[in-house]
């Protein structure tokens, strides 16, 4: 059975490690994430994007395949099942509607007083349905910045009012990570990240998190990271890997070849990653 966020990321505040969180894009990413996870013992949120549920046909179909895969694996560790940055509050409900057990309503582009009242409106919904909600405050640059702009990170204020007035379970502060590769050196802001975690009370989440070194994320899971969000680090690892294939063996043409190719090379990405979220854990 899928579950919300609530339990597994206030036990990873308490403590002190991050729980990963991994997009998916297909069925294999999903069942080579969700087997790791499972030989690991570790918990994980499963993100996915509005563009990648439509490319796997919608909400619902992407719903119907995690439930499937999880059943179907034998599954035991937590596992919830996420919408990442929700742009509006329609879309959310829809994905709460099909069964997810997570959703992130993204209103940072907003004006503060808007951001609370689109964010407030999710959570009055998801709330109703035992579903959690995480928003973000300031901006988390994108594939076309490469670096965070220092005027769009959070400010403490702001988040303290997000979370008062909405009830949100999780925060996205923009803090210096950017969404894809990094072009130059993410510059995160710790000791804002370490007075927001204090002054909220929430798991704090840090969108990016691939390409930024291990210490660095150590120090934000320190400062009050409860949760990482990676995608761009396994897709490059898959694909890396997948093109050493396909150049090796030029007249293989299965699909499912192709895919599985990438399979041993992500697990290891994946792998290591939730070594290094859980490498700072209390005993």
Known sequence: MLINSKKMLEDAKENHYAVPHFNINNLEWTRFILEEC???????????????????????????????LHDALSITVPVCLHLDHGSCVA??????????????????????????AITREVVDYAHGKGVTVE???GHIGGEEDGIADELAYAKVEDACMLANETGIDTLAPALGSVHGPYKGEPKLDFEKMEEISEKTNLPLVLHGGSGIDDEKIKKAIHAGICKLNINTELQMEWAKAVRTFLKEEENVYDPRKIIKAGEEQMKKAISEKIHLLASNQKA
């Open 91 to 116: 879309t959310c409900k829809e994905a709460i509607d099909s069964g997810f057990t997570s959703v992130m309503i993204d209103a940072s582009k907003y004006t503060l007083d808007e951001n609370i």
């Open 135 to 137: 928003a973000e405050i």
């Open 38 to 68: 499972e030989k690991e013992k570790s918990p994980v949120i499963l993100g996915v994007s509005e563009g990648a549920s439509q490319y796997m046909g919608g909400l619902q179909v992407v719903s119907a395949m995690v439930k499937s």
